[in-house]
């Protein structure tokens, strides 16, 4: 399966970059593009770089790719700014999309269909031609423009996905509820995975 994986300059780079480990670990092509803000939040939240990393965004990149692109499917990291990628194009054929996380900022430009780079132009993409299209909004709290957008993209055929974890797993770590929401994530895209423990399954330990 071919995904393209989008990362934007919200916080949580960790739901963009344990979605490549696990689109990876499972044998997936991967196309992977981040925006500048990404790389930034990347840099911070990720490698402890500090909220203005003092490294270019291509050590950045380097650093992103060597730590959670690790499994056998081929990952492709395409630069924001190359609308010539086939990622830009209809006929390039695709199994989905998922922005992870997503911006309100892009959320709003998905919305309105005002794009400008290689991320806004793929979900454009992908929302002309009925594609599985995953956006892990990650902002709080919401404002009417927000759930306005959230319900245009939606009827468009996009799939909003909050950074929402559940905790009927019983979580024992940040690591677990980052899992929960790229599990979900994943389901909408059709990928198998071991990520969490689904509802039913019998837990290995139980709460006293």
Not at 92 to 103: K, Q, Y
Not at 120 to 129: C, N, S
Request: aromatic share 4%; hydrophobic share 45%.
């Amino acid at each position: 399966m071919r995904f393209f994986l989008g990362i934007t300059g919200a916080s949580g780079a960790v739901y963009g970059a344990r979605a490549l480990a696990a689109l990876s670990g499972a044998g997936c092509d991967v196309g992977v593009c981040a925006s500048q803000a990404a790389l930034q939040v990347a840099g911070h939240e990720l490698f402890g770089l500090g909220p203005r990393p003092a490294v270019s965004d291509e050590e950045i990149t380097a650093r992103l790719l060597d730590r959670y692109a690790t499994g056998p499917g081929v990952v492709e990291m395409v630069d924001a700014r190359d609308l010539t990628s086939r990622y830009a194009s209809g006929s390039s054929r695709l199994d989905g999309m998922l922005i992870a996380p997503c911006s309100m900022s892009t959320l709003a430009v998905i919305a309105n269909g005002t794009g400008q780079n290689l991320i806004h132009r793929a979900a454009d993409v992908a929302l002309k031609e009925r594609r599985r299209l995953v956006l892990v909004a990650r902002e709080t709290p919401l404002s009417a423009v927000h759930l306005e957008n959230m319900l245009t993209v939606t009827r468009a055929g996009a799939t909003v996905l909050p950074a929402m974890p559940g905790f009927y797993n019983l979580p024992e770590s940040i690591d677990d509820l980052v899992d929960f929401v790229v599990g979900r994530a994943l389901d909408q895209l059709g990928v198998d995975h071991d990520l969490s423990r689904r509802w039913g399954e019998r837990p290995s330990q139980v709460a006293p």
